[in-house]
């Protein structure tokens, strides 16, 4: 091989080396955080009778459904989970693996729906979100995600709606 061709070759193999190297430095992610719900749904009455059921579903006032959920940053890392609704119709809270508590930031709040990671790089979770309605009607729950990935693509949210209704006598 002619030492021309050799050097054009190594030249050709340090550029695309060189572009692969830059290209693997950004960082930067499009992707928008996921939420994945386990499709069946724990339910106790509040006679305490457990079933499974959908969000098809209607509840009585004082059932507490269980929604198993998976949120995942993709290649980017979690920054919070946060469940919003209407306070003096329902009450959620996400719970937590009490050994992992220190990859919470102080202001993360379970009893109340906040889940808000310390700077860890936490790139997926596993969740429960309990949900409790105390009134009649209908009642919407806004799960708010955020992850670390370039703006506009940095959050996500999703809202589920389920019917209540008083308990038969």
């Not at 190297?21 to 339910?43: D, E």
Request: some cysteine; charged content about 15%; glycine content about 4%.
């Amino acid at each position: 091989m002619p030492h021309s061709m050799k050097n054009c070759i190594v030249c050709s193999l340090a550029i695309l080396s060189l572009a692969v190297a830059l290209v693997s430095c950004n960082t930067k992610s499009t992707y928008s955080p996921g939420l994945h719900v386990y499709p069946t749904l724990q339910r106790t009455s509040a006679a305490g009778v457990q079933d499974s059921i959908t969000l098809k579903d209607s509840l009585n006032i004082g059932d507490t459904v269980r929604m198993t959920m998976i949120v995942d940053a993709y290649f980017d890392y979690l920054q919070s989970v946060i469940a919003k609704t209407d306070t003096e119709k329902v009450k959620v809270s996400l719970a937590w693996n009490e050994e992992q508590m220190d990859m919470l930031a102080q202001e993360a709040d379970l009893a109340h729906g906040k889940l808000i990671f310390a700077p860890m790089r936490v790139p997926a979770c596993v969740t429960v979100l309990t949900y409790v309605p105390v009134k009649e009607g209908s009642h919407t729950v806004h799960i708010d995600i955020t992850s670390s990935a370039e703006a506009p693509y940095s959050s996500n949210s999703w809202s589920f709606g389920i019917g209540v209704r008083a308990p038969l006598p």
